[in-house]
């Protein structure tokens, strides 16, 4: 162990401790700002380039950055001094000095790091006046927002992308003051290989890196008297909504959310776990005809659209293993343009579907061309958790005090296994739960497959089916999907099924959620969530869903049939 003295604090650490951690550890809090470590998801940004850590250390001349300076034997600390104060107020100045100051307006306002930390350290003039940069803003996307005027060259999204992600999309180009975080040859987002993941987004500090918005569009449809406008909400959403209106993390807002999207017009509010079901009855039966009659195996989930990018852009040899099955949300507007306004008697072109989605890739997702059904998108427009915070603070909704509502029915239906979607290893589990009493006709009595849950980037189970070990692979992160693609190249991989999930943590930690900047606790909190919704739903395995039943009775006929074909499966793209 190391001994050294923090503000006259002893603290004892093990060797390779930074002082920044050694300060944590004595509960001295030290200012960061390019710095991040998510540590359950293998993820540490310690580039040091903004300086805002820096500390005195006796013996030495110059400060030093506490994220990148280990602490040693002996060591005497001070981040309160005044020098170190000083310092880092110059050094957050200087980063104001060329920064747009239209804090106001600003899609980050209140959520951006550099505007807490110069609040926090009591700016009140900036003495430096900079040359202000002027970079073209990029828009190219559906997805993802890009203004280089407010980046500060943290390059958290550059680690996040190269390192987690493994898309590469980010370097640092040019030099000097020209020097920016941008894909090469400053290719706009679109022709990147991008996947839309946007886990950039949800780590960048200020509003270098945000969503395309979607709210006016929403605003726009939901007045037109002529349109029909409908909503659903993912899996993810009503575990982290509430985190927008004070609530603490993990809070099930599901009752709440309902009423507040009731508020603000839209005419049915569904949920896309209905779909999830759907989703589960499609894949369980692709699975089990693979299975039986010497199909491609493993088998991989493709209900995450940036997943779907990824396979596509990395693994183009690959394109024949992820399941047909559309992504949930995608299958929902499937069913509400034809299903429900058959049902309803609505001319489905009237119809606007809205997706809420914690998630920026399905933003993107959307427009795909072979996701159209009869000339019409399936679903119109998608708006993430933030967005729909914003909608409702806007709207003058006291989210808070709302009485808990039901979605509407038919499409408002679902079960535990679909509620568990949100959080990595959900899709599996759920899955599972159908494909094991479908295969051996006997009620499956403990519903809960506790190896694939939790944080673990890569995890498995066995389950003996009739017999035959069945073999799942689950990864989230897109580094740890292309280890499990590469085994399968390699035609080592000794899996039967395969989840994978782009965001680390599953959609619970998706690019649309409300911001924590790398506190993982609070994703944590949100996956527990889901699983207490899972324990408090009645029914916990998608067959068993009622109204699914009566969608493939009344409408669709067999599982996997030539209907189910035509409307809830898709193909994949080089
Ligand atoms: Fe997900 Fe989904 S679970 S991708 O993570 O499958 O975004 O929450 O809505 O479609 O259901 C996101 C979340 C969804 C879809 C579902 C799947
Ligand atoms: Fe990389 Fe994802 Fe950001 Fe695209 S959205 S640049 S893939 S981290």
Request: proline share 4%.
């Amino acid at each position: 162990m190391i001994n050294l003295t923090i503000n006259g604090i002893k603290v004892s650490v093990p060797e390779g401790t930074t002082i920044l951690e050694a300060a944590k550890k004595a509960n001295i809090h030290i200012p960061t700002l390019c710095y991040l470590d998510l540590h359950d998801i293998k993820m540490v940004n310690r580039t040091a380039s903004c300086r805002v850590c820096v500390v005195e250390v006796e013996g030495r001349r110059n400060l030093a950055p506490a994220c990148a300076t280990e602490a040693s034997e002996g060591m005497v600390v001070k981040t309160d001094s005044i020098r170190a104060i000083k310092a880092r107020r110059t050094v957050v100045e200087l980063l104001l000095s060329d920064h747009p100051t239209d804090c106001l307006v600003c899609e980050k306002n209140t959520q951006c790091q550099l505007q807490q930390l110069a609040a926090d350290l009591g700016i009140r003039n900036i003495r430096y006046k900079g040359k202000m940069s002027t970079y073209p803003k990029d828009l190219s996307s559906e997805s993802i927002y890009r203004n280089l005027d407010k980046c500060i060259m943290c390059r958290r999204c550059e680690t996040m992308c190269n390192e987690v992600q493994t898309c590469n999309v980010y370097s640092a180009v040019d030099r000097g003051f020209e020097t920016v975080v941008s894909p090469a040859f400053g290719l706009p987002m679109i022709d990147t290989q991008c996947t839309f993941c946007g886990q950039c987004v949800a780590v960048c500090p200020t509003a270098a890196l945000t969503q395309i918005s979607h709210v006016s569009k929403v605003w726009e449809a939901l007045s037109d008297p002529d349109k029909y406008v409908i909503v659903q909400t993912a899996p993810a959403i009503r575990v982290a909504l509430g985190e927008k209106f004070g609530m603490e993390a993990g809070s099930i807002v599901t009752g709440k959310m309902v009423a507040a999207l009731k508020r603000l017009g839209f005419k049915k509010v569904f949920d896309t776990d209905f779909a999830a079901d759907v989703t589960i009855l499609e894949e369980a039966h692709e699975f089990i005809d693979r299975l039986q009659n010497g199909g491609r195996l493993p088998i991989l989930t493709s209900c995450c659209p940036s997943w779907v990018k990824f396979i596509e852009h990395q693994f183009p040899d690959l394109l024949d293993i992820p399941s047909t099955c559309k992504s949930p949300h995608i299958m929902f507007g499937t069913i509400a343009k034809t299903y429900l306004a058959d049902k309803m008697g609505i001319n489905p072109e009237k119809i606007v579907v809205v997706s809420i989605m914690p998630c920026l890739a399905k933003k993107y997702e959307v427009i795909r061309p072979e996701l159209k059904h009869e000339g019409l998108k399936n679903v119109d427009l998608v708006i993430t958790t933030r967005e729909l915070a914003d909608m409702i603070k806007e709207a003058g909704i006291d989210f808070k005090s709302l009485c808990d509502e039901d979605f509407d029915d038919p499409l408002g239906e679902s079960t535990g296994a679909s509620v568990i979607f949100g959080t990595t290893g959900g899709v599996i589990e759920a899955a599972l739960r159908t494909a094991y009493e479908w295969l051996t006709n006997k009620t499956l009595e403990d519903v809960e497959f506790q190896s694939v849950r939790g944080l673990d980037g890569l995890k498995e189970a066995t389950i003996n089916i009739n017999g035959q070990d069945i073999r799942i692979g689950v990864a989230h992160g897109l580094g740890n999907a292309r280890k499990l693609l590469e085994a399968i190249q390699r035609g080592e991989s000794q899996y039967h099924a395969i989840e994978i999930m782009a965001c680390p943590g599953g959609c619970i930690d998706g690019g649309g959620q409300p911001y924590h900047f790398g506190n993982l606790d609070i994703v944590k909190k949100r996956m527990e969530a889901l699983y207490t919704e899972d324990r408090n739903k009645k029914i916990r395995k998608s067959h068993e869903n009622p109204a699914v039943k009566k969608l493939y009775e009344e409408y669709i006929g067999e599982v996997g049939g030539e209907k189910a074909h035509e409307l809830l499966h898709t193909h994949y793209t080089k």
